[in-house]
Every structure is written in C-alpha cells, then in structure tokens.
C-alpha cells in the first residue's frame, strides 16, 4: 500500500491530485466542483500581496473559501519581503489550511517585476520573503517555482534544499523554466532529482503536463512525487480529477487483489471490486458545465458569471467530436444571459446523437 501524505497537520489519501492555482480560473464555483469530482486539495487564484494590503476589493474577494471544498491553500505573491509578510497575516485570518507562495508565475506582468518567477533571479530574497513568512504566521507555508529562470540556470535542486532550510513545508515543482513559459514540454527528471534527494524531508509536488489518468500515474510510478497538481487541462473538464482517481485507485486494487496474504486477512476478496468505473457521458459532462454556469452566475453576477465560464466553454474537450460545430460555439462565447447560454447549450445535446 502507498503511504499517506500530509503537509503539516493535513493529512492526504495516497497519491493525491491537487487543483493547480489559476488566475481568472480557480474561483470558489469551479474549486467546489473540482473538489466534488476528488481533488485532494485546492487553491484559490493567486493573491498580489501589495494589492491585499492595500485592501483592494477584488484582491480582498479572492479570500473567500467554504468548509466544503477543505482543505484549500491561499496562494500569494509579490517582491516586497514586508508586504509579503503582512499579507500572509491578512490571509491567516481567512481561515485556508495552508499558504502558498508563488515563486513560479511566468506572466511579464509578475515576473517582469520580480514577483512570481521573477525570484528565481534574486534567490537570496526568496529566501528571505520565505524564511520571513513562515517565522510570521502559524499555519503551514508551501512554495511553488520553476527549475530556474532558463535551462543555462537549472538550479532547483540546490532552490529546494534551501527553500527547506527556511521552514517550508511541501514544495511544488512546476517542470519548466520561466523562460519556457507554458511552451514546449515539462521536464520532470528534474523534480525527480529533487524527490529522490536524501536531504529531502518534505513532500514533493510535481506540476506540468498531466492532462491524462495515465499521465498522472506515470507521473508517481516514474519520478516518485508525492503529489501531483494539475492546471491547464482542468479548464472545461472539472472531473479530470474523477477519471484520474479511478484511473489510480483502481490499478492500486487490482494490485492489492494479486497479494494473496492480504486477500487472506481480509474475509471479502476485494478483487470483486476491480471493475473500471463507469465513464461520464457527454449530456453528464454538459450538466456539470451547466451548473457551473449557474454557480458562477448565483456566486458572481450574471455578467461576470458568464465570463468565467466562457474560458471552460471555450476549453472543453466534450464538443470535439460533435461535426460543424463552429458557429454553435460562436454562439456560445456571444451569449450575453444566462438563459441564451443555457438554451445554446441544451441544444448541443441534440448535436451530439
């Protein structure tokens, strides 16, 4: 049996899948339902430190959580060492399990000011901001880089013992430079480098390009993360996280089955158990889509409500395979109400015979 992970205090199943932390993608709607669909642990988008302790509304909204979608981390950002610590402060008191700091964001408009993957240039304050931060709040801090700002600069193996060294507690690798961006293909031998690190006592999380079941289990079997954390393939597909737990649940039974010793402890055979599980079909998926749809729109409001989920709209894999389907999905990004969308959308049901 695979062991148990825990960060701190907060204890995981084996093997757990984490919902990366989106910018205009991971609000309280789409958490609730990946989490639904078995998502271990999720983020909110990320918080710019200067704007939270400036009390920026919209800043000051993004650290709104509820009990149903625990355990959730609060991730933050910025350059500045006092106004990191001060928001993680602010943080502590909106209640999340842990506090992430976001060490790895490419975008120029983070990076290009030093903030995000910008630290990977001023190593020296990452660790202070990290160090810092951890001696400030009680609750568990994580981080979350890059392997360094450009493949001349790979140096996440050294980052990581010394991001250790200042308290941390679970580090999360995402398997690209900041110089790669979202281009190209994540690296993994590197964050299975740090994984296999003897000085390394604290779970290691691997990010990037787990977009199937069977790339998420390779991704424990071959470079022996603790955890994976995955982010662009949620957009539109909040039950990646079903299929990629019932992907790995089941091969982890079917191994269980093959040990006769356990069969004998355990009066009920559990090989009676293996079965793949039962898929979601199209009109279940678009049912999901639907009720983030009126998620968003009951959360937000219905202009903005239709606007975070035009990225999942646009994003789904469910409409691939429906023929001439451009000018529905026109349609469908051009809607302006919720009724308009919803009555588009009940008529792709019919589309997809």
Not at 2 to 31: H, N, S
Not at 160 to 180: K, M, S, V, Y
Request: negative net charge; aromatic residues 6%; contains cysteine.
């Amino acid at each position: 049996m695979c062991p148990e992970m825990k960060i701190g205090e907060i204890e995981f199943g084996p093997k757990p899948v984490f919902l990366a932390p989106m910018e205009d993608v991971t609000d309280i709607g789409f958490r609730l339902l990946c989490k639904r669909f078995g998502a271990s642990m999720v983020y909110t988008e990320f918080v710019s430190a200067e704007a939270l302790i400036r009390d920026v509304k919209t800043t000051q909204q993004k650290l709104t959580i509820s009990d149903e979608e625990r355990p959730v981390g609060i991730q933050i950002y910025g350059r500045d060492v006092d106004a990191m610590v001060e928001a993680a402060r602010i943080v502590e008191q909106a209640g999340p399990d842990l506090i992430d700091l976001n060490f790895g964001c490419p975008v120029k408009k983070v990076a290009g000011k030093g903030a995000g993957a910008g630290m990977l240039q001023n190593i020296p304050k990452m660790l202070e901001i990290t160090r810092k931060v951890v001696d400030a709040v009680r609750l568990p801090v994580t981080v979350k880089t890059r392997l360094g700002w450009n493949h001349e600069q790979l140096i996440i193996t050294e980052l990581a013992e010394q991001l250790q060294d200042c308290g941390i507690q679970a580090l999360t690798i995402h398997g690209r430079t900041r110089a790669q961006m979202y281009t190209g293909e994540a690296d993994w031998t590197l964050i299975g480098e740090v994984k296999r690190n003897p000085r390394i006592h604290i779970p290691i999380i691997g990010n990037g390009d787990i977009t199937t079941p069977e790339e998420a289990k390779r991704a424990f079997d071959t470079y022996g993360v603790d955890a994976i954390m995955v982010g662009r393939a949620t957009f539109g597909r909040p039950w990646i996280f079903k299929e990629i737990r019932d992907f790995i649940d089941n091969d982890n039974l079917a191994e269980i089955t093959e040990d006769s010793d356990f069969i004998d402890r355990n009066n009920d055979c559990p090989c009676q158990a293996v079965f793949p599980p039962e898929p979601l079909d199209f009109n279940r998926k678009l049912d999901i889509l639907e009720e983030l749809l009126r998620i968003n729109v009951e959360r937000i409001d219905e202009k903005r409500g239709i606007l975070h989920t035009r990225r999942h709209l646009a994003a789904t894999p469910i409409f691939k395979a429906i023929p001439n389907f451009r000018q529905t999905r026109i349609a469908m990004l051009r809607a302006e109400t919720m009724d308009e969308l919803l009555q588009i959308l009940e008529g792709t049901r019919s589309l997809n015979l």
